[in-house]
């Protein structure tokens, strides 16, 4: 069939004799709307995205959220860079080169050998060794954050234990020392290390509190361990793995109240303290009380659950969240 | 050439009332292709307008009004199912039916009862999956099966319903149609090639729908099948495997089901990587550049595609090993970066021409660099934390198997429908297709990933989402744009069987394309099968038979003598080395220019060694 091609050397190339089918010509701003498209939606996306996350990161509600929203982040940012740079240069090409703005391809350029690729494979590699490293990082943060926490800054007496069981289709969640289960909300105090245990009874569930960057599975047979360290607030809990036909509505509200607020919380509903909560409250509450104001001058991101008396609570462990 | 068009005049589509037999009984590599292609768009549309229903029932945060939580859930299990395993699956299986024995130069597969066999699988299959489907809408049977596409146990196993059987049973069924159709595929590559050809002689569709897509078929599906054997003696006779009241341990369907997921992304993808290796130099009257890079890359990436299924799990508690898992999934993209790079190199400086088939490559890989970007972030432990099981997932995958995998088919199919059925498809029609998929589908799924990076996101499966009410506009638009979206599927399938009937008759409607390229294009020369030239590729060195009398043999033989000449002068032009038109004679006219198409084709780090081999 190509043969029977005869060479010409205008721009217009013959049609292909024997079948009378000629490709049309294209019209490239049309493409370059339609091609353009998806490539905006990933630069808005991600610039968007990158902002919003390293601005959420500057003042998290967690610990936890902050370290992970702080990489997110920066990972998006650098693959707004890279990503959208590649994606950029793919639609110049498509245009540019369009056969309506080229009367015939460049040989192949001899220049552009082995090397160029091979430096750029290692600069690609380089890219994605310092996402790994910094990546890594965070894992590890995000991992032995409550050992460092509890040790370091708070006290070990600082952490309370929750249990949280899920079944179909609800929670059950248990603070220890406190001796209160709750399904539809579960109470617990601000700047807190609250290690979570968590198991199911029937089916696979995943306690998600995605504000606290908080999600783990719950299997039945098996505990898993978590921890989130909150500042005052309401967070949305969700069931993160189907669990069947009430999944979508396997949800409760977290609420992270001051310590001084969540103590007196307890003492009138008659639930029990725990002392490292207690003592806590009791510790600061005498000692640093003056300097409690003006540590901390950020104020809490959420608001749902907090009471006018407990500003100073966040500050009195002379901690904010964002360590 | 005659013989070649008495081929389409036979192989076309449209057979004549009595012919129904041989479809039942055809053993025919093209009219097995035939079969994949038509039940493939057909599961395609019926599992998108699946998908059209759940979109409507998410317009509203509550409950309803269209459809019950189980009937949601089953929606979105049946739309994950179907599109994974009856459409983007036997996608592969079109093209590799029908072009890899033209690749190869043979006249059919190793194992054509077989292929048949695959192809009825594959039909079986589909009924067993829906069947549920009918009898609930009959009123026979409940709700079919919705324990998500990854049928997690104990959910899945405990569910009181028929349509987990049948679950089980059609995974079987399509586990054995992929199987044999991966043993055929790879035996036919292997063995049945002309013996002059050479690995490195064959083109990248070939690579691609012969060694690496069944490569992958071959190491996964075993892992489903045990997993999906297991759960059947689980919820039948009590055995267990997956129940912890038993002993069992519910994380184990989660290893072997993963063992089989995350290589089945690649599985789908790899067949339409590989053949946008044909398409994009075609439409941009390039040669292949960097065709050994592009094969090592490809390799790398199908290897370690089996090495980082536990990504998909980080948040069941898996310890220290999450670093080595994060390690590998990190190191992907590298190799996908050089397959970009190499089909970049493509297109710049060459003349582009923005067809239907090449805008859905170019299509492709914008979705295969966005989903690679998402992916990146899921890959790292510590984020995969904030977006697991939102919709950010949803949205990466939706980039990887419908941006890549399935907009891989279309640049195939648009490409080959005219080999298949010796009709041209309606080229405006298909631009329509074109234009409204690659822009919605973009808009859509990057909604989809917004939707799950707010900071209370939208959760995977949740038919309901009361939590958080402020997301329902975005799922309107979402929704608006899918309808969009699906609306273009429908052209594209009325406009492919419109074409089947009424569309130009056509032999070859790209052969403007092939002149400049100095690169055969195998399949499509029909019958009598030529063999490809041994070493007529121009990313190829060595010895050569080449001069067969086509421009691109010509042109190979010619770029022989220049590389043994160790000649790398300035190539003049492409199409320069297309100028001999008459064969053996013109070869040594071709020697100068011929090295214009293949010396820098040569693979990045084969170029230098290249004349000493």
Known sequence: MSDAQDDTTDDERPSSADEGYTLGKDNPWLWLVALG???????????????DKLDLAAHPPGIRIGLVQQLFGTDMLIALIFGGATLLVLLYFAIRYNASAVSAPEPMPVQWGGNTLRLLTIGVAVIILVTFMY??????NTDQMPAKVASRRYGESSVIHMTVVGSQWAWRDTVQGVNYTETDTVRVPANTVVAVNITSTDVDHSWAVEQLGVKKDAIPGQITHTWFVAQPGTYQVNCAELCGKGHSKMTQTLI???????????????????????NSVNATSGASQPAAGSSNDRSSPSTGGSAPSVAAAPASLGVSADV | MSAETATFEHGGGESSPSGWRRWLSTTNHKDVAKIYLWLTIFWFIVGGANAMLFRTELLTPKDGPFFNLLGYNSLVTLHGLTMIFLVAVPAGGVMANYLLPMYLGLDEMAFPRMNALSGWLLFWGGVMLW????????????LPFNGGWFAYPPLATQMPSVSVDTYVFAMLILG?????????????LFNERDPSLGMFDLPLGAWGLGVFTPVLGLYELPWLMVGVALDYFDHTIGMGFYTAQNGGAPLLWQWLFWLFGHPEVYFVAMPF???????????????????????????????????????HMYVTGLGQIRYLYMFFSLAIPIMFFVYIVANFAMMWRGRIHLKTPMLFAIGMLIMLIYSGMDGIMMGQPAIDVLIHSTWFIVGHFHFTLFGVAIMGFFAALYYYYPLITGRMYNERWAKVHAFLTITTAGIVFTLMDELGSQAVPMMRRYATYTYAPALQNMQMWTTAFAYVLGIAQVIMAANLLWSLYYGERVDNPWSELTIGQGMPSPEWDGLPYKVPTPRNFPYVQGDSGAGKGTPAAAAAGGKTDTVTDGGTDAPTSDRDAATPATGDGAAATAGGGGSAGPTPGHGGPDSEVTPDE
Request: charged share 5%; aromatic share 12%.
């Open chain 1, 37 to 51: 498209t998806p490539i905006a939606a990933f630069l808005v996306s991600y610039g968007l995205g990158a902002y």
């Open chain 1, 135 to 140: 990546a890594g990082t965070t894992l590890a």
């Open chain 1, 256 to 278: 992270v109240m001051p310590k001084s607020q969540y103590v007196q919380w307890a003492r009138s509903h008659g639930y029990s303290v725990p002392p490292s909560v207690a």
């Open chain 2, 131 to 142: 069947w549920p489907v009918v009898g609930n809408l009959l009123g026979l049977s409940p």
């Open chain 2, 176 to 188: 054995l149609s992929t199987t044999a159709a991966g043993i055929n595929f790879m035996t036919t």
């Open chain 2, 273 to 311: 990587l590989a053949i946008a290796g044909e398409i994009i130099p075609r439409f941009s009257e390039r040669p292949v550049y960097g065709y050994r890079a592009i094969i090592y890359a490809v390799t790398g990436i199908t290897l370690m595609s089996g090495m980082v299924w536990a990504h």
